[in-house]
């Protein structure tokens, strides 16, 4: 099949580059709608357009506007989404509206993020979960802010910090490191793909900001059951389909389960497979099949995000490495702090290719902040 005649489909994300990219491998024609317009994005896509700019995120009138426009002329099968849509569940039921949807409904994506329903589950499934309350806490160096339907680490904050505002939660500090359990579901019951250990970024105040992952995590046997038998049931209760991911943390005698991410996210990449199984079974799922046969990752893979080092007043045309994804456009203007791109190393073994992404983020910091001052490449 050429790929003029592949069928296309569909994606909304922060970023869409990562779905374009399982498209592109399940042989698909990905029409995508994002943020960012990377030069990645514009490669992979068949056609691709910005769908809102990043501060104000995803609006339902214009999001529909574009969608539209991509669809005409090219029949898409449905419309699969990424990250951006947890705190606005109701551009999802507007998607729902025009296109066949390809992952959770809007009010199974509310339920999964509603922190007191969380916390119910937990109690009845008898799953460790932090302490959830919505009045200000006597202690606030033991409590954290999170935002409901937030997500990437930015919107979590010590109490201490700052003051509580609408729409947010109070959740007790537990210690232990990151685990996540990548997972396929058809509403009932699920597949477990794998897990991974992820890792932050901190900087300034914001001391949770997504770092990278890397899989396969290395847990004892009793630890993986636990974690795998506790997101079994957590997928049952919400009822979730397609591809999801559920975080824990883990610590030598305990673990504590912390939030759904009900849709494909961040560990995409680091679970890329080359034949495109991925991306079709999360499909399929969403129709109520999950796969006959086990999808198994060989290889250890590790992804991070390259954050700008110094302000850049224009990014210049660089001569990306291939392990470099979502690289931005020449002459973007960047803060320090904001995403440059993604990085990503494979290996034999996890710690090897954790390794080898340390040194690449490095290499990549180094060559950056020579155009700190604003210079090009030329």
Known sequence: MSSSEAPSILIAAASGRALAAAARRAG???????????????????????????????EAPLLIDRLLHLAEGESPIGLVY???????????????????LYGNRAEVVARAKDPRLIADHCRDLAIPHPEVRFDPPSDPGQWLIKRQGGG???HVQSARLRAFEPGEYYQRRVGGAPVSVLLLADGR????LGMSMQWAA???????????????????????RDLCDAAEKLAAAFGLVGLNSVDFLIAADAFHFLEINPRPGATLDIFADRHGKLFTAHIESCRGHLPSEPL??????????AYAPCDLAFMPDLDWPLWCMDRQKPGTRLRNGDPVCTVSAEAEEPEAARAILG????????????????????
């Open 189 to 192: 019951q699920s597949t477990l």
């Open 152 to 154: 990437g680490g930015l």
């Open 82 to 100: 990424g990250s951006g849509f947890e705190d606005r569940t109701e551009v999802l039921d507007e998607i729902a509206r025009h296109f066949p």
């Open 359 to 378: 040194e690449r983020l490095a290499a990549l910091r180094d060559y950056l902040m020579k155009f700190g001052n604003g210079e090009s490449a030329a």
């Open 202 to 224: 901190p900087s300034g105040d914001q001391h949770f900001r997504f770092g990278g992952a890397v899989q396969p995590a290395r847990l004892d046997g009793a630890s993986t």
């Open 296 to 305: 198994i990752f060989t290889r250890a893979h590790a992804a991070a995000i």
């Open 28 to 58: 698909f024609r990905p029409l995508v709608a994002d943020f960012f317009d990377d030069l990645d994005t514009r490669a992979l896509a068949a056609a691709n357009v910005v769908a809102a700019e990043m501060e104000r995120g995803f």
